[in-house]
């Protein structure tokens, strides 16, 4: 019913910003919010940002607070991750995911029931 598509992956210096788009297709009436998640090799998949869908409300992990901003554009059904001072470990494919319900956070990919094919970030010199 709900479809996802990542794009604005890439490669990218340290220090250097990226601009991420997540677009939706499809009824989104009956969605909560939508969440970014990143998975590098080896590691969990772990929630980046999440936007609340009715009052705009943003969230942020403690690991790109203040360099990553999360935001949304209603008319394009379209939600974007601004990545600014880029480090090598925020290398990860990401992932956009949308919850019809957040539990006791909106970082659990398990509330999450639709979610996009990914894009690679990678942080390189």
């Known amino acids: 019913q709900l479809q996802l598509v990542e794009s604005g992956g890439g490669l990218v210096q340290p220090g250097g910003s990226l601009n991420l788009s997540c677009a939706a297709s499809g009824f989104t009436l009956d969605y909560y919010g939508i969440g970014w998640f990143r998975q590098a090799p080896g590691k969990e998949r772990g929630g980046v940002s999440a936007i609340r869908f009715s009052d705009g409300r943003t969230y942020y992990a403690n690991s790109v607070k203040g360099r990553f901003t999360i935001s949304r554009d209603n008319a394009k059904k379209t939600v974007y991750l601004r990545m600014n001072s880029l480090k090598p470990e925020d290398t990860a494919v990401y992932y956009c995911?949308?919850?019809?319900?957040?539990?006791?956070?909106?970082?659990?990919?398990?509330?999450?029931?639709?979610w996009g094919q990914g894009t690679q970030v990678t942080i390189s010199s």
């Open positions: 995911a949308a919850a019809r319900q957040w539990g006791w956070t909106m970082f659990r990919p398990s509330s999450y029931d639709s």
